[in-house]
């Protein structure tokens, strides 16, 4: 694979998701099967790819920016956002996604962070931005995908930057540790990092997109994550794109019918998904499924939370399918330790590591452990897609390896046959639906809240989401919790944060718990949560 | 106000975009933002805002803004 990707040194992973492919000539063949909310169907070849990339890249080259420069993309999913990303790339700009539904703290945190200097969006997210536009020094430019023409001086039309754009873009030889992409991921304490990859990710999203996902040139594939998420990029645009396949992306929010119809329809044959959908279809009458047909599948992989057993035994009988769970993270870039095709699945189980990963479990102190006792899961650094950097963060970037292992921050035990079990995180980081969720962000937006004085966060077991976000607040005086306050601080964490970070459960506590240094305690909080023993409890200052 | 002014202004504030003009076809796919992690937001906030409860199944059927809006209705119209 990575001897017929790689010529002349070109690690360009815009050039070869488009050009490259063109060149091998399938310039003809679908790209994108581009499914909108509406029902509306567009058809984008491999060709199309290469244009529209192309035409972006000398948009961004003419605007003045640089190679390292960072763009972001702030959008749901439109065909633009596959443009974009491919010929931000091109033109070797740092290349960020953002979820649509991101609040303007949000925003604020992971475009300051960067000091992104051109966004891409359009009118109906405008507002959030200009809200925090002062607060961005950095930014140059704004550019609306749905403005036919220039609105300022830097708020640009794309329709018009487009239409003036040449289609030819001969990307320069792009070296492999070259920045590429950047995903913003949220740690238990202080704001979201952006974790920086390099083009030579390419490599690994291609051979495991081959070697587990199972791809094959006459595939049509449908992997359902957004772009705001890593498997929107390195499994919804680079990984099958770089091996010429047809995708399916579709612009419409969840809906059980109208999914089952796509695979029907669209006569999907590899479907990448995520354990909250599948519960979600879980939990629809078993009728719908009766009525589908799903021969053309071949294969259902998941990834995100752990994919319970249950999840598994349904599948089996509702789709007629078993469902491959694949474990990885933002920082790992690719498939990791994974559940495929040809291994005996064990319900529940993370897989084994892909070829070529070294995995172990590992003690505090360093110490590998043996067969079935739960520890640190760790990976031995090196492997292709592996991150470069929390941008701007070196310092954190290098605690993420101690002992010579990268740490994953999740815990597991391998058993004795070689498989992995999650079993949790060694941080405070929240897991809901997939997306990791920092507690720290959200008791920070709750103080914004009047009325509320202090805030803890913790996650919770949920049937649905894997984990919920569990609030407790403590009232300043004269305050008094009600529903009123209750639906005022969900809409501005909704707001600010994201829906995704939006507490499920309120509890009014007189204290937070915290340490005497003004730690927040969360494990006493979870503890009380769970009815479970809060362990030591010297430090807490009563 | 109608019921749909009434949940245009709801609406406006719980996914903040004061562009929101509703109609009964509307469904998620027409307003930013609105997916089944606002979903509770946007169901507590008609509640509150209408002084209602939905039930469960209530809640599962909505599939646009007429279905809310003639729900909404026909429990004035029970009280």
């Known amino acids: 694979m990575q001897t017929a990707l790689i010529r002349s040194g070109q690690f360009n992973i815009g050039h070869l998701c488009s050009r490259f492919q063109c060149d091998l000539g399938l310039g003809g063949k679908t790209a994108l099967r581009w499914l909108g909310a509406h029902e509306e169907r567009v058809d984008y070849t491999f060709s199309d790819l290469e244009r529209h990339s192309s035409r972006f890249a000398n948009v961004l080259q003419r605007l003045g920016f640089s190679p390292g420069e960072v763009f972001f993309i702030f959008l749901p999913k439109v065909p633009e956002v596959y443009f974009t990303f491919l010929g931000a790339l091109k033109a070797r700009l740092i290349t960020g996604t953002l979820f649509s539904n991101f609040g303007e703290e949000a925003l604020l945190d992971r475009l300051g962070d960067a000091g992104a200097k051109v966004v891409l969006t359009r009118h109906s997210y405008l507002k959030k931005l200009l809200r925090i536009r002062e607060r961005l020094p950095s930014l140059r430019h704004i550019i609306l995908v749905d403005a036919n023409e220039h609105q300022s001086a830097d708020i640009l039309s794309y329709a018009q930057l487009m239409k003036n754009a040449s289609d030819d873009y001969e990307t320069p030889v792009t070296p492999p540790e070259t920045p590429s992409v950047l995903h913003y991921t949220s740690g238990s304490t202080g704001k979201p990092k952006g974790a920086l990859h390099c083009h030579r990710s390419v490599l690994l999203q291609s051979r495991t997109a081959a070697e587990v996902l199972s791809l094959q040139p006459h595939d049509l594939y449908w992997c359902t994550a957004d772009h705001g998420w890593v498997t929107g990029t390195s499994y919804g645009i680079i990984g099958p794109w770089s091996l010429g396949i047809t995708q399916v992306h579709f612009g419409g929010a969840y809906d059980a019918a109208k999914w089952l119809q796509i695979l029907e329809q669209y006569r999907i044959t590899i479907w990448y998904t995520a354990p909250t959908a599948l519960r979600m279809l879980m939990r629809e009458d078993p009728a719908l499924f009766e009525r589908v047909d799903l021969s053309r599948l071949r294969h259902i992989f998941s990834v995100g939370e752990p994919l319970n057993p249950e999840v598994i035994s349904w599948a089996r009988k509702a789709l007629r399918h078993d469902i491959y769970d694949t474990w990885w993270q933002t920082e790992t870039g690719a498939i990791m330790i994974t559940n495929r095709p040809g291994l005996a699945i064990k319900p529940g189980s993370m897989g084994k590591p892909l070829a070529g990963v070294e995995a172990a479990v590992v003690a505090d102190d360093g110490r590998v452990l043996p067969d079935n006792e739960q520890g640190n899961l760790c990976l031995k650094p090196g492997w292709d897609a592996m991150f470069i950097s929390y941008f701007h963060h070196e310092d954190v970037y290098r605690q993420k390896f101690k002992h010579g292992w990268y740490w994953t921050g999740d815990t597991a035990y391998r058993d004795q046959d070689g498989y992995y079990w999650f079993q949790g995180r060694s941080d405070d980081v929240i897991n809901t639906s997939g997306h990791l969720v920092s507690p720290f962000e959200v008791e920070s937006a709750l103080l914004e809240v009047p009325g509320i004085a202090e805030s803890g966060v913790i996650g919770a077991p949920d049937e649905l989401h894997w984990q919920k976000i569990v609030a407790f607040v403590a009232l300043h005086k004269g305050y008094e919790w009600n529903s009123d306050l209750a639906l005022k601080a969900r809409l501005h964490i909704s707001n600010r944060v994201s829906p995704m970070a939006t507490p499920q459960e309120f509890y009014v506590l007189a204290h937070i718990p915290k340490t005497k240094s003004g730690k927040i305690m969360r494990r006493v909080l979870r503890a009380r949560y769970l009815g479970t023993d809060a362990g030591d409890v010297s430090t807490l200052d009563i | ?79």
């Open chain 2, 1 to 79: 106000m109608t019921t749909i002014e009434k949940l245009t202004t709801i609406f406006r504030v719980v996914f903040d975009n004061d562009e929101i003009n509703l109609r009964p076809e509307m469904t998620a796919n027409d307003v930013d933002g609105w997916d089944s992690l606002s979903y509770v937001n946007l169901i507590i906030a008609v509640e509150k805002g209408f002084g209602i409860k939905f039930t469960q199944k209530e809640i599962m059927s909505f599939k646009n803004v007429g279905d809310l809006s003639r729900c909404i209705d026909s429990k004035f119209a029970e009280r």
